[in-house]
Every structure is written in C-alpha cells, then in structure tokens.
T-cell receptor, first 114, second 111 residues
C-alpha cells in the first residue's frame, strides 16, 4: 500500500522567512510519481510539480524548490522568502502512474504573516 | 484556456434525491478522476477513468456511480445521497506524463 506522511500540520512564519515542508512516502513500486499541490483559502487545488522516481534532480521554480531524496523516501518543498500569498494548505501526493490514483498526505497549512 | 470545469459549484440537497455533478475538460486528457475532501480524512479518490468506457473504483466508491461516454466528460452520480456524502468534491484530469489538473471543486451538503 502507498502512504504519504506530512508530519507538519501547520507552520507559521513571518513574511520573507524561508519555510520547508516535509514529505515522506512509502511505496513498493519501483516506478512512481510524486506531486505537490497548493490549496489556497479559495479552495481550488493548484498543481505545482510532478517528479518521477527516476529523476532525483532537484528543481527550482522561482521562489519554490524541491528536494527529492530516494534514499530517505522524501520529497521536501521549500518556499524561499515567503509572501502572504503563499498562505495555503500544501499537499504532497504519490501515484503509481501519472494518471492513476493519487494518494495524498494530510497536508501542511502554511500561514505567512506580514 | 485549458481547464477542468465542474457544475454545480455549490449544492444543498436532501437525502435520497438523485443528483449529478458534471465534470468537463478541454485538454483532450485521457485520465479523469473524482476525489472527495473531508476534514481529518484528506483527499480520497472515488473513481477514475483511463479512457472512454474504461472506469475503475478508487478508495471510496460506495454510493457513487460514474460514466465516461465521451473523452471530455466524466459525471459523478449520487443515486441516493446520504448525509455522509456531504463533502467537497474535485474532478481531475491528466495526460499520462503530466500532473493531474483539478477542477474548482463542488461543495455538496446532503441534509
């Protein structure tokens, strides 16, 4: 069975601070996909990134960066110089194939205070 | 604009009154799914479809039906809704090599 754990339920930071969200996953599959989604207060789910299990290269997109470490089954997400608009719930997710069932972690609520 | 649309966005209904939540995508995606989001339980998959006329159960399919007669549409049917189906529902679609793109959500209340 697949499992995704986001141990941090809520993180509160002051604007411009960096914040790192932890994600640890469990799977027996050798091929799998990892995702991060953002759910702002308005409720929609916004796709941020997809990584497959063969690509351990870290990725940076603007103020967002992701660190994938297969050895520790972790796919952590860092927001650099946080802004109030980053306040949201962030979900890490895992799937066996890109279009199949997503197994979500419980989410981490990030509150960025001005 | 590439998008996944759901209707209605909000619905209050009563126990036992059949309802359908529509989902449509304009990206020619093969894969479509339905999820429900509940406090403390997170997001769970209800059903998914890999292509027209190909559907399969997710984690929590009881009380729901789906159909995929056209590639763009994937309606979720509640034949006899009950209060425990009160939830926030999301439809999603994807190509094989991309992430799943979610619709805006449908907030359903069953009284």
């Amino acid at each position: 069975a697949q499992k995704v754990t986001q141990a941090q339920t809520e993180i509160s930071v002051v604007e411009k601070e960096d914040v790192t969200l932890d994600c640890v996953y469990e799977t027996r599959d050798t091929t799998y996909y990892l995702f991060w989604y953002k759910q702002p207060p308005s409720g929609e789910l916004v796709f941020l990134i997809r990584r497959n299990s063969f690509d351990e290269q870290n990725e940076i997109s603007g103020r967002y960066s992701w660190n994938f470490q297969k050895s520790t089954s972790s796919f952590n997400f860092t927001i650099t110089a946080s802004q109030v608009v980053d306040s949201a719930v962030y979900f890490c997710a895992l799937s066996k194939a890109a279009g199949n069932k997503l197994t979500f972690g419980g989410g981490t609520r990030v509150l960025v205070k001005p | 604009e590439a998008q996944v649309t759901q209707n209605p966005r909000y619905l209050i209904t009563v126990t036992g009154k059949k309802l359908t939540v529509t989902c449509s995508q304009n990206m020619n995606h093969e894969y479509m799914s339905w999820y429900r989001q509940d406090p403390g339980l997170g997001l769970r998959q209800i059903y998914y479809s890999m292509n027209v006329e190909v559907t399969d159960k997710g984690d929590v399919p009881e009380g729901y039906k789906v159909s995929r007669k056209e590639k763009r549409n994937f309606p979720l049917i509640l034949e006899s809704p009950s209060p425990n189906q009160t939830s926030l529902y999301f439809c999603a679609s994807s190509l094989d090599r991309e992430g799943q793109f979610f619709g805006p959500g449908t907030r359903l209340t069953v009284l």
